[in-house]
């Protein structure tokens, strides 16, 4: 199982905003503060809603906590998150 072997870690780069890298904290609050309050007091238009279906929602499978367990055991415990999203 591919999905449970270690993982080489991301190449991490800094968070620009406007060009610049955010270095310091102060830096990284002014973009985060900027980016994420820039739609604050603009006029939301919740009809966009009305044309998303509603899906019935699907029944749980029914499953045994000890069959998770050991189902998981069999998994690595400094594997990283793959596609699947699991933690």
Not at 6 to 21: N, S
Not at 48 to 53: E, G, K, R, S
Request: charged share 15%.
């Amino acid at each position: 199982m591919s999905w449970v072997k270690q993982h080489k870690l991301p190449v991490v780069e800094a968070i620009r905003y406007q060009g610049l890298p955010c270095n310091s904290l102060p830096d990284l609050w002014h973009a985060l503060h900027s980016s994420y309050n820039a739609a604050a007091n603009h006029p939301v238009q919740l009809s966009i809603l009305d044309d998303v279906p509603c899906l019935v929602p699907w029944p749980w499978v029914s499953f045994f906590v000890p069959e998770i367990s050991e189902a998981l055991k069999a998994c690595s415990n400094v594997s990283a998150l793959g596609p699947d999203h699991i933690t």
